[in-house]
């Protein structure tokens, strides 16, 4: 009798619940959105809702998207700082990879303009134009520093890397936004307003992940203090 005690009581134990992600859908709600502008434009290409001088408006277009992406995949970290919500978290890769897609969309049209993918043989021009023009030079140049950022934005890259030098190595997004906002800056003939508000945003993102840095204890002799990631 004794044996059949703790038989009856695990028996009557209710089964542990599985956790269930609320969230799950969220991840893939932003990849179909961040890419229906693709289809927006295509559209308007066809229907001639492009302007008269369409590569140019599907450039400035592309351009935009990818840096407004890379800035709210920046602003995940500042959201979770100042209100504690995780989901930012959560998409902060898809934004990542949106914002990279659309970098080498706007490169892309780029060249299609120069000739290289139409049949035309532009690529002497090209460098010229990237080595000639420095509003050329730092997009360019932030669109390389992005397909690293890109390639080890997957789970094993961590492990393979380390997380100093993955840490390290994922900075680079910083250099990355000044990059796009000089070349968006510069880029603009007159009215400066829209840069200089990509600018304004990106800086005071930068300076919330500062200031929170500032005030994260650090681990003193004996493992008193505890950290907390930035």
Do not use: C
Not at 100 to 119: P, R
Not at 209 to 219: G, L, T
Request: hydrophobic residues 50%; positive net charge; aromatic residues 10%.
């Amino acid at each position: 009798m004794s044996k059949a005690a703790p038989s009856t009581a695990s028996a009557a134990r209710p089964a542990p619940r599985r956790k269930v992600n609320k969230l799950g859908w969220l991840g893939p709600a932003v990849v179909v959105g961040g890419l229906l502008p693709v289809v927006v434009m295509i559209w308007d290409y066809q229907t001639g809702a492009l302007g008269a001088n369409p590569v140019q408006r599907a450039q400035l277009q592309t351009g935009i998207l990818a840096l407004a992406l890379l800035m709210l995949s920046l602003a995940a970290t500042p959201v979770r700082l100042i209100t504690g919500l995780t989901w930012p978290a959560r998409i902060r890769k898809a934004l990542g990879l949106l914002a990279f897609v659309y970098a080498s969309l706007h490169v892309l049209v780029y060249l299609f303009d120069k000739g290289i993918l139409n049949g035309g043989f532009g690529l002497q021009t090209i460098v010229d134009d990237i080595l000639k023009r420095p509003f050329i030079t730092v997009g360019f140049l932030a669109w390389l520093l992005l397909i690293p950022l890109t390639l080890t934005s997957f789970k094993n890259s961590v492990k393979k890397l380390g997380f100093a030098r993955w840490t390290a190595l994922h900075r680079l997004v910083y250099v990355i936004i000044a990059l796009g906002v000089v070349h968006y800056w510069w880029g603009v003939k007159k009215d400066h307003t829209e840069p200089l508000i990509y600018g304004l945003i990106a800086a005071a993102l930068l300076l919330v992940r500062f200031v929170y840095s500032r005030r994260k204890p650090s681990k003193k002799a004996g493992g008193v203090g505890k950290t907390t990631s930035a």
